[in-house]
């Protein structure tokens, strides 16, 4: 079978370690004067240390999610034999790190950024970047094999998505009308109402730039499609 997970990875929680003077830290939500606020103590759990790369700079921070890299490993092992499809915001490994220890812990409110997270509990979602190296490593620690990786927007043009859009229906005139067929108004509006959905998933600076990666169990990985090869 195929196990397709579209934003799932995104919803599972992370632990936001941080790289100190002192050496790595967690960070901890307290309450100080009524309001949320951050403390750095000690992971919470020991394994989180070998989770954070060495080029994380001194005051860096770096999402780990083993919730995340646990349900890919699960998955693994309920699958028989097909493909387990990711699509996801985030990068790898090296493409986190290059954005100088910053971290990548946000919230969001009606599609706009919030800057504080802590703020205004339950009145916005949370959300950090996948780190694609880290559920690479699960699943092929769990038997999967890497099958794949690339954009949304090469992907879906691999698999031809602009001409499965660009077909409207025509209404057909009746025998002996010299009327020409012509598409209907409401199939019109429906034809560019698609070519403008599929723009937006193509968008190279929104949805376009979202990460698929395929992993195979006991499968074919050779000339798939969505990366470009032929069936």
């Known amino acids: 079978g195929v196990v ?4 799932v990875l995104d919803a599972f929680p992370v632990h936001v370690l941080v790289r100190t003077a002192e050496g790595l830290r967690e960070v901890y939500v307290d309450v100080e004067d009524g309001r949320f606020v951050e403390v750095l103590r000690a992971p919470s759990a020991a ?27 699960g998955i693994a092992a309920a699958l028989g034999r097909g493909y387990l499809l990711l699509v996801d915001y985030g990068a790898d490994e090296a493409g986190l790190l290059a954005r100088a220890g910053a971290g990548t812990l946000r919230g969001f409110s009606r599609h706009a950024f919030v800057r504080d997270p802590l703020a205004e509990p339950g009145a916005h979602d949370l959300t950090a970047s996948v780190n694609f190296t880290a559920i690479r490593r699960a699943a092929e620690g ?14 879906l043009l691999a698999l031809g998505v602009r001409e499965g859009a660009r077909g409207v229906p025509a209404v057909r005139p009746g025998p002996g009308s010299p009327v020409p067929a012509t598409p209907a108004p409401l199939e019109q509006l429906r034809a560019a109402s698609r070519r403008s959905a599929v723009e937006a998933l193509l968008d190279p600076a929104g949805l376009g730039a979202f990460v698929v990666t395929c992993f195979a169990k006991d499968a074919p990985t050779d000339g798939l499609t969505l990366f470009g090869g032929r069936p």
């Open 4 to 7: 397709f997970a579209n934003e």
């Open 47 to 73: 394994d989180l240390r070998w989770r954070v790369p060495d080029a994380l700079p001194l005051g860096g921070r770096w999402e780990a999610s083993p919730a995340a890299e646990g349900w890919v490993a």
């Open 142 to 155: 769990a038997g999967l094999r890497h099958a794949g990786t690339g954009t949304q927007r090469d992907v």
